[in-house]
């Protein structure tokens, strides 16, 4: 739990400029609350006391604005940026790394049961009033454009917009497949990626 705790806080120093220590982040970061108040009560779900973590989400909705189902599945170093109006379904799972900005909806369609809420592959970055409906997946190192409106699955390594949401960027770069050949020097393998990074 420890160690938890300390990825979180390090995560939200990286990307989050307004954050300048630790103490920020515990004492005045309530996104970061927010997810660890889900993880508390997803561990209570998890051992079977579904009335006291869904009390607890209760609770965190009420004091932060953010409403978690207990039972999503949320990966490591998960950020929620502003960390207000944001609504996470029961089914729905959550990579490493990611982060959501205020206003998100990873919400379903329908009434029907089983998987019925998005999955997010690791590193995504979802913009702000953003809608992702019903069971589809959204690829690795995908950006989602703020107030977009997410209902297909999303490729993996690209930037969607709209409503719906479309591709409107491939954020692979094609001069990484050079850097796989053999024989290649070092700094021209650097000087590929730092490239592919502006």
């Known amino acids: 739990m420890l160690d938890t705790l300390r990825e979180d806080i390090a995560s939200v120093?990286?990307?989050?400029p307004?954050?300048?220590?630790?103490?920020?982040?515990?004492?005045?970061?309530t996104g970061m609350h927010a997810v660890w108040a889900y993880?508390?009560?997803?561990?209570?779900?998890?051992?079977?006391?579904h009335t006291l973590a869904s009390l607890i989400s209760r609770h965190t909705r009420k004091r932060y604005g953010v409403e978690i189902h207990p039972a999503a599945q949320i990966g490591r170093r998960f950020m929620i940026d502003h960390?207000?109006?944001?609504?996470?379904?029961?089914?729905?799972?959550?990579?490493d790394d990611?982060?959501?900005?205020?206003?998100?909806?990873?919400?379903?369609?329908?009434k029907h049961g089983g998987k019925r809420?998005?999955?997010?592959?690791?590193?995504?970055m979802v913009g702000a009033g953003t809608i992702v409906l019903g069971?589809?997946?959204?690829?690795?190192?995908?950006?989602?454009?703020?107030?977009?409106?997410?209902?297909?699955?999303?490729?993996?390594?690209?930037?969607?917009?709209?409503n719906p949401a479309h591709v409107v960027r491939e954020n692979r770069c094609p001069m990484l497949r050079l850097v796989?050949?053999?024989?290649?020097?070092?700094?021209?393998?650097e000087n590929i990626r730092w490239s592919c990074a502006l």
């Open 83 to 95: 960390g207000m109006g944001v609504v996470i379904g029961e089914t729905s799972i959550i990579g």
């Open 135 to 162: 069971d589809i997946y959204v690829g690795d190192n995908v950006k989602v454009a703020a107030g977009s409106v997410v209902v297909h699955d999303v490729p993996a390594d690209t930037t969607v917009a709209g």
């Open 13 to 16: 120093i990286k990307r989050d």
């Open 18 to 29: 307004s954050v300048h220590s630790a103490a920020d982040v515990i004492f005045w970061h």
């Open 39 to 49: 993880r508390r009560a997803h561990w209570l779900w998890e051992h079977g006391a």
């Open 180 to 189: 796989e050949l053999p024989g290649k020097p070092t700094d021209v393998d």
């Open 117 to 124: 809420h998005p999955t997010l592959g690791n590193n995504v």
């Open 98 to 110: 990611c982060l959501i900005y205020q206003g998100v909806t990873l919400g379903m369609t329908g």
